[in-house]
């Protein structure tokens, strides 16, 4: 449950950075707000890494064909990605200020447009880069004997490729003409943008037990580099901004100035989660239910949070926030975050139970149990209750 956990906290960190930057951008806020934004910057990166982990994971000792992993992956992400950029592709024109429906021909171009670029809402681009990993997966796993032979030049390479991609995303001006603009505008959503982080996750995954022991052994000096490779990202930021004054520079997730922080506090992150199910395992009440219910619901809750934003922002909410925490831009934003998942997280339960749940929120529908199924297959001493593992 390590990755359940590491990706149930980085969805909820998509939520509360959206919700900060959504309130959050006057001047007297704004390089504080942006700080913490630019630091969630992170799960991007960590949603590459965990996903990349998982899949070698559970393909370990198993062998398929290129065509048959794509029939059995693909379609998790593709259905649901397409359903929602048709949703946003209408529900911004009914919600947003400013933007009334264009004619049906544009109407046509821009859904066919955002179903290339997943430009229909902001979070959505991230399941382009899911796709993506799923179409080369294939070939990273036939590269897997030498990437397990070699953990150190494979990590080497990808962190060179990283860095370079970074600096080159970074400083290099945009080229002239509309083509290559358009192509340079979208390049951030593709692989190479994630090298290190593919990297991380496939070597992580093939030496899963050594690594593991390793960071427990080592738990002090690793904490400590990681800590002090955040501080350098964070104190880099603060140099390069001033109170009122953010340069998209100093808050872009392709900094180079960034990735010391996106790699160490990844580090921390998955610390925390290798800890926490230590504990569980253990038997501690850490809160396991807590996490398979949100496992269940954490894709949905990232598909539809925005939507949840954009009705409290048609209706007046964000006003309401202002009025009863003039002073107090966190708790402002804590209510914020708090109205949004729980809303999300109401939709997402009433989805879950229809026939149209994999198509909304990547989930089979939960059917519920009879009276007379739960009288013929009783628990087993022991059996986890449901949404347990």
Request: aromatic share 12%.
């Amino acid at each position: 449950m390590t990755a359940d956990l590491a990706r149930v906290l980085l969805f909820l960190g998509v939520v509360i950075s959206h919700c900060i930057s959504t309130i959050n951008f006057t001047p007297d806020v704004i390089r504080e707000s942006t700080f913490l934004t630019t630091l969630l910057h992170i799960t991007r990166y960590g949603f590459v890494a965990v996903t990349v982990f998982v899949l070698a994971l559970s393909m370990r000792g198993k062998t398929m064909t290129a065509t048959a992993f794509w029939r059995k992956r693909i379609g998790l992400v593709l259905w649901p990605f397409l359903v929602w950029t048709l949703v946003y592709s209408i529900t911004d024109h009914l919600l947003l200020p400013n933007d009334p429906f264009p004619s049906f021909g544009r109407s046509l171009g821009d859904l066919a447009r955002t179903s290339v670029t997943g430009d229909a809402k902001y979070q959505l681009y991230f399941l382009l880069i899911s796709m993506q990993i799923y179409l080369v997966f294939p070939l990273l796993m036939k590269a897997a004997p030498w990437t397990s032979r070699h953990p150190w030049w494979t990590l080497s390479i990808a962190a060179a490729i990283q860095l370079g991609v970074f600096v080159f995303y970074q400083y290099t001006p945009r080229p002239p003409g509309q083509p290559w603009q358009t192509l340079f505008n979208h390049m951030w959503k593709l692989l190479p943008m994630y090298a290190l982080f593919i990297a991380l996750g496939l070597v992580f995954a093939q030496h899963y037990a050594a690594v593991s022991d390793w960071l427990r052994a080592h738990l002090l000096p690793v904490v400590l580099v990681s800590v002090l490779a955040s501080a350098f990202s964070m104190v880099a930021y603060l140099r390069g901004t001033e109170p009122g004054n953010v340069p998209e520079t100093a808050s872009a997730a392709w900094a180079p100035s960034l990735l010391p922080w996106l790699v160490g506090g990844m580090v921390l992150l998955w610390l925390s989660t290798m800890l926490w199910d230590d504990l569980r395992q253990s038997g501690r009440p850490v809160g396991e239910r807590a996490v398979s219910y949100a496992t269940l619901r954490a894709f949905g809750v990232f598909a539809v949070h925005p939507l949840i934003l954009d009705i409290l922002g048609k209706f007046g909410f964000f006003g309401l926030l202002a009025q009863w925490f003039p002073a107090s831009a966190i708790l402002r934003t804590t209510t914020l975050v708090i109205v949004v998942l729980t809303l999300s997280l109401l939709f997402i339960d009433i989805v879950l139970r229809t026939p149209v749940s994999k198509w909304v929120v990547a989930r089979d529908q939960i059917k519920r149990k009879s009276r007379r199924d739960d009288a013929v297959a009783p628990a087993k001493p022991g059996e986890a209750a449901p949404g347990g593992q």
